[in-house]
């Protein structure tokens, strides 16, 4: 049966059967938008060319409510943020799969915005979509305050070709190496946080969320010597200089000053309790780079549109203990740790 | 550094010279605590101004009995328990609204007292329970909500009262008169509510010098700066340094709602005990939204952890590194007191910004995917 209103048409759990109405599902709503020569022949999976030099393969799951929100949605994340964790490793992307797992009761329409999207992110990055798995589960008690736009979850999985002579290791970063942030930070986790908490703002909080392969890709083109590489997703820039800083055994004192961050920003995590370097980014890499290639890394970067608020927030130093610090603002200073668990906002 | 904040420093260094002897103040405001930590100004003080913490952050205060009702409430059939954020992970006697939530039990995660009530006309079939924390901030929203469900009917809605009142905490601790302090930076936020000159009887009746300012760095160096003026110089006055926002009378309308819907009322705070006239109850008129007698549920004891000294970190009577607890067993990752807990309490705020308590922390932390 049909239904009358095309705009009420939704996934049903027969959607997931793997019958006509599955197939249709694809054929209709996932193919046409995604299609390309690997994916078109719908097979059991795809044939992917010789690939030169070392490979890279990742994988990463997207759950967020709501699903689309002011710069970006869940497809745009699960595709930007695979291919990101690709070139942070310092590989180029070459082919993605897209697992989707559907709620009964999900809208078709915003599926369908939702695989444009995808699809669009995928074009950005230059990267295919080669092959993918679909399906419905039942629809979940409705948990306090869950609607039915909820129903959508995306695993992606990507391989990628390492660059020749690129090795990202934190076995290399040095005293004295500097720390680079291609632009402001925590747009997306408030953008997410003030959706969801129904506070609005002057300007609009938009998700940063954006496939940085091409961004990078230029700056190994110049040859900079960059030691390591991390995208500040969960956790934040100070979840990645944490990470650093355990890693190597070695201190990173960072500059509030320096460090790029809107004003609406600013303002949103201060009425939201929060720090700003803790908040989730989706399309901000840190970048450890040699202090002699600063300047070229910064320029390459500012000449991308996701670059022009690039900046040096601080350097690898060997003071001990070993821990990241930021001179704040006022002239002080505090220690810098990844936050614990999920940060909430507070009650007054 | 901005100029106006060297100066102010250097202002607080000069002052600390002429007063000569140790001086100790207390932040009231969770809010403070940690915009004092944040920003670095703990470690731009002269060496002998301290800081010390006490009893304004709504979480930490919260009664465990508060939070054991709140999880006994979420566990009922049919209710949904709407909470600010930060109550999530408070540790009750048997588990947190978190572990709960994981287990099944119905609890929202909201940011104000509207959207509990919201979420009340959304689910007609269940009956949806505000867990309403907080100080005079967020008590006038409470009251604001409690009069929209009268007025409009909603009568699947209900409030776990565990509001609290900042003056009578702070007369309490002078009374008490365990720590000694020469003055009290006042918390913006409450005084936006209550007004500047609800501190005189601080001034008039203890002779603590009271400031109230605001939480960015130069407004809480601004702050500390006419606190020890006010020391050094040998006189007590309740002075404002916020009055963009705070107004000596503070807003009359937020205090006729407090008026219209809640009556004072002793009630228990985590590690104090009971403290008269320091909470809100319900007027008769309105108990028909008290959700402890809609849902016939008594309040239990506290059992707090014998080693926790959250109760002595509250007061300013020790910083958190004197409890043994601390960045040991009691860490953000699983922390026992609630002082641990809250973005805004005390053990927190030392455990994230201090250097030696992360040190301490560092081998306990590992990793997670990015």
């Known amino acids: 049966m049909t239904p009358t209103n095309p705009t009420d048409e939704c996934v049903m759990l027969s959607h997931g059967g793997g019958g006509e109405l599955m197939s249709r599902l694809i054929r209709e709503h996932l193919l046409p938008p995604l299609r390309n020569e690997r994916l078109a022949p719908l097979a059991d999976g795809a044939v992917l060319p010789r690939l030169e030099g070392e490979i890279v393969f990742t994988t990463d799951s997207y759950v967020v409510t709501p699903l689309e929100f002011p710069g970006g949605d869940i497809g745009r994340l699960a595709v930007a943020g695979t291919v990101n964790d690709l070139a942070v490793m310092g590989a180029e992307p070459v082919a993605m799969s897209l697992g989707l797992i559907l709620e009964e009761g999900l809208p078709l329409a915003l599926l369908d915005r939702i695989v444009a999207s995808i699809a669009g992110t995928a074009k950005e990055a230059g990267v295919e979509i080669v092959t993918g798995d679909t399906k419905v589960i039942e629809r979940r008690a409705a948990g306090a305050g869950a609607s039915a736009s909820d129903g959508l979850f995306i695993n992606t999985s990507g391989v990628g070709c390492l660059r020749p002579g690129v090795s990202l290791d934190l076995a290399g970063v040095r005293p004295g190496d500097a720390v680079i942030v291609n632009g402001t930070i925590a747009d997306h986790g408030l953008a997410v946080m003030s959706l969801r908490s129904g506070i609005e703002f002057d300007t609009e909080l938009r998700s940063d969320a954006a496939p940085l392969n091409h961004l990078l890709a230029r700056v190994f083109e110049t040859g900079a010597n960059v030691r390591f590489l991390r995208d500040a997703t969960r956790g934040g820039i100070a979840g990645v200089l944490a990470d650093i800083s355990e890693g190597t055994d070695l201190s990173i004192e960072v500059e509030e000053r320096r460090i790029p961050i809107s004003p609406t920003a600013r303002h949103a995590s201060e009425m939201l309790g929060l720090d700003p370097l803790t908040v989730a980014n989706e399309g901000k890499v840190v970048c450890v780079v040699a202090e002699s290639d600063v300047d070229t890394v910064l320029s390459v970067m500012r000449r991308d549109p996701l670059g022009k608020s690039a900046a040096c927030i601080g350097h690898v130093t060997d003071s001990e203990p070993a821990l990241v610090e930021l001179i704040t603002s006022a002239g002080g200073r505090r220690i810098v740790q990844r936050p614990y668990g999920e940060e909430l906002p507070r009650i007054c | 550094m ?30 403070h605590t940690m915009s004092i930590f944040r920003t670095g100004i703990r470690s731009m003080l002269p060496a002998n101004l301290r800081l010390v913490s006490g009893p304004g952050c709504p979480v930490c205060v919260t009664a465990q009995r508060h939070i054991d009702a709140a999880i006994r409430l979420a566990a009922r059939d049919g209710v949904i328990m709407a909470t600010y954020g930060d109550m999530m992970q408070v540790p009750g006697r048997d588990g947190s609204l978190e572990k709960r939530r994981a287990t099944g039990a119905r609890i929202q ?60 905490a702070m007369l309490a601790l002078l009374e008490a008169g365990d720590v000694p302090l020469d003055g009290f930076l006042c918390p913006g936020h409450v005084s936006v509510i209550i007004g500047a000159d609800a501190y005189r009887p601080v001034v008039e009746r203890y002779g603590k010098a009271c400031v109230v300012a605001g939480f960015e760095p130069e407004q809480i160096l601004a702050g500390l700066v006419h606190l020890l003026r006010q020391i050094a110089e040998q006189r007590v006055a309740v002075e404002n340094v916020y009055p963009a926002v705070v107004g000596a009378q503070g807003n009359l309308v937020a205090l006729e709602l407090l008026n219209r819907v809640f009556v004072p009322a002793d009630t228990f705070w985590r590690a104090l005990g ?74 927190a705020a030392w455990y994230k910004y201090n250097r030696p308590a992360a040190a301490t922390a560092r081998s306990s932390s590992r990793r997670v995917k990015q």
Do not use: W
Request: proline fraction near 5%; charge should be negative.
């Open chain 2, 2 to 31: 901005s100029e106006k904040i060297e100066a102010l420093r250097g202002e607080l260094g000069t002052l600390c010279e002429r007063i000569g002897r140790r001086v100790q103040i207390m932040e009231v405001c969770g809010t």
């Open chain 2, 109 to 168: 995660v909201i940011n104000s007292a509207r959207s509990a009530l919201n979420l009340a006309r959304e689910n007609v079939n269940r009956q949806v329970v505000l867990l309403a924390v907080g100080f005079e901030t967020t008590a006038p929203a409470t009251a604001a909500t409690v009069l929209e469900a009268e007025r409009d009917g909603v009568e699947n809605f209900s409030v776990l009262m565990c509001h609290k009142l900042v003056m009578p």
């Open chain 2, 274 to 347: 009971v403290i008269p006239r320091s909470g809100l109850d319900l007027l008769p008129a309105y108990s028909r939204f008290d959700a402890l007698r809609r849902f016939e549920i008594e309040l239990g004891e506290d059992e707090d952890h014998p080693g926790c000294r959250c109760g002595e970190v509250i007061q300013g009577k020790v910083d958190p590194d004197a409890c043994a607890l601390f960045a040991q067993e009691c860490t953000p990752l699983t922390p026992i007191g609630p002082c641990m807990v809250s973005n805004e309490g005390t053990c």
